[in-house]
């Protein structure tokens, strides 16, 4: 009989011992977790940066990564983002009855690659099991906590006339490629989900430079919607140019394609910097020589004109506005 | 990419701009028939590079938006049906209805699912045997072979519970009862490029020959686009009207032989009832008799009661170039991309959706 989860996995009981044991504290053990107490208890000082997301991406298992890997990066970019340094996250798991086990553990596995490659604990976790057709396959919810060293002051509220925009590589790989999977549209793309954690890259670039005013990484909504918000809290304008932005050409076919625009599909490893003038080209090198950021560029900067609104030169010379995205362009995508 | 990048070669498109201010001299007004050549017109910011001398406006080729809510009334109507999963390409969903749309019906607990392609509906209804899975047919000349090859599979694979909405429309004829409402001058004719690889450069020539207009089909990048606008300049400029092709690589002056064969199979030429014009005789397709038994209108006992359309919307003298969304006392106030009021705000490709994201009003 294959191995497959079952409602009494989540009871409480026996079975719910024996999966917490066997497919996660095995994995993802540490002296924290392995106590196995109602709460996760440690010691933390200093300013913390704290954050929640859930994840419920179709598929669950998408070229360049799986729903396992992409929870623990989009809490640990969450933090990284505040100019945290991320420390320990929780681990939620709502299981539709019948996923089978060995996928379980083949997404425990990531989560522990993904954990070990940032440097987080899962320190504390929760399972439940649903009727079929309750959930899809697999739902996560992480939380994630960190320390924000006291010079860090990052904000989207922080940008300021003349700043540079970087942007850390090429847009669209990660909604491309999870859409790729998906039925009705099954398509051959040979770039992968950029899905990884970003912490190391933040902190070289703080390190480098004291003058990064803001930062966020362009999930959902992409990055039209990131410079809205930085356009819109900082109350600047911002000006682009389209022939700055770094796209792959497979995501830019694939985007004509579907009659999508890169600008508006989510990213799971980027980041957009908005850094002083006098720091961003060693900024930029420094996200360079980052695994990566080694598509990274200067895509614009920020100016005193149409406060709120983002404007992006295009490649004939002419003048539009990025809009934020409106509805849903791609549902489940993270 | 092939096909992508050298047609946005940024030097090329800066010398079709200058030749283009070179050679224009007359005042004159052209329209893009096609929403994706408003979209693209936007996006690239074409509008705002060309001389003063030459007016765009936008044409009615957005199959959403052209859809009359009485038809929408009916795919709504089909959707609370008992046993019936409807299908639909994704933009319809948010379109307002006369009381209700389809994304409401779904969140009402009815079947209704986005799916890619006709195809894909019939697979649906071959896996849903006790269902009936009606598609919400609606486009042009491009997607209406489509439909017309998803019928033929049904039939040949035995799949009777396959259904279409039958809701297609056709370019040539509507293009003529614009030009005979004589509501708007025009010069020339930027002509849709998906729809004219599948019925070819012929069906437009009574355009220059009956009303002195330029014609020119066109692709959607951006040089395609000021290629065309070259092309159309040239001949209001010698006053050789006709028609022509600045997009070779997509269609051949005959059109598709197979595509229209699969269409002339499958459906007749029948009148449309077109938001903002009305219904217009032989502008669109139904069904032969032949293959009536896939016509959801006449399997189904759908009363969808009289419609209405929003108070104060504009959509339909948009459609027809009478007016811009900028003319429209609703556009950005009570009607947002997030609130439509009308189907130009709701489709991509709609006018209003298109002004609205792209700021119509920037730089011009």
Sequence with gaps: MENRVLLAHGSGGKLSHDLIAKSFVSTLGNPILNKLDDSAVFELSGRLAFTTDSFIVSPIFFPGGDIGKLAVCGTVNDLAMSGATPLYLSLSFIIEEGLPIDELEKIVSSIYQAADEAGVKIVTGDTKVVNQGSADKLFINTSGVGIVPPEVNISAANAIPGDNIILSGNLGNHGIAVLSQREGLKFQVPIPSDCAPLNKMVAEILETSANIHCLRDPTRGGASTTLNDFAEQSQVGIRIEEEKIPVHKAVLAACELLGFDPLYIANEGKLVAVVSPADADKVLAKIRQNQYGTEAAIIGEVVNKHPGQVVMKTSLGASRIVDVLVGELLPRIC | ?364
């Design chain 2, 1 to 364: 990419m092939k096909f992508v990048n050298e047609y946005r070669d940024s030097e090329l498109g800066k010398k079709l701009i200058d030749r283009i201010h070179h050679h224009s001299t007359k005042p004159i007004r052209l329209m893009e028939f096609c929403s994706g050549h408003t979209v693209a017109i936007f996006k690239h910011g074409i509008r705002q590079l060309l001389p003063q001398t030459i007016e765009m406006l936008s044409g009615p080729g957005c199959p959403i938006c052209v859809t009359a809510n009485i038809d929408l009334d009916k795919a709504i109507a089909l959707a609370h049906l008992p046993n019936v999963i409807i299908t639909t390409f994704g933009d319809m969903l948010r379109v307002p209805g006369s009381h209700s749309s389809l994304q409401l019906a779904k969140a009402e607990g009815n079947d209704i699912r986005i799916v890619y392609s006709a195809q894909d509906a019939v697979y649906m209804a071959k896996d849903n045997p006790d269902k009936s899975v009606i598609f919400i047919g609606i486009g042009f000349e491009t997607t209406a072979p489509t439909i017309a090859a998803s019928i033929l599979q049904a039939e040949e694979e035995g799949i009777n519970n396959y259904h279409i909405l039958c809701l297609h429309k056709l370019c040539p004829p509507i293009m003529k009862a614009l030009l005979d409402l004589g509501e708007v001058r025009l010069n020339g004719i930027v002509c849709p490029g998906h729809v004219s690889a599948i019925i070819g450069s012929y069906p437009y020539q009574f355009i220059p020959d009956d009303y002195g207009i330029a014609c020119v089909v066109s692709g959607f990048e951006p040089l395609d686009i000021l290629l065309c606008i070259d092309m159309l300049v040239n001949q209001i400029e010698t006053e050789q009207y006709k028609v022509e092709i600045a997009y070779r690589r997509g269609v051949k002056p005959e059109g598709n032989k197979q595509a229209k064969l699969l269409m002339d199979t499958v459906f007749e030429v029948g009148e449309a009832n077109w938001r903002g014009i009305g219904v217009v005789p032989l502008s669109g397709l139904r069904l032969r008799k032949r293959y009536e038994r896939f016509d959801a209108e006449k399997n189904f006992d759908i009363n969808p009661g009289p419609s209405s359309e929003a108070k104060g919307c504009i959509c339909g003298s948009i459609l027809r170039g009478v007016s811009t969304p900028l003319d429209c006392k609703l556009f950005r106030h009570n009607c947002t991309p997030e609130h439509p009021l009308g189907p130009c705000m709701v489709s991509a490709e709609g006018s209003c959706a298109t002004y609205y994201h792209y700021g119509a009003s920037y730089g011009e």
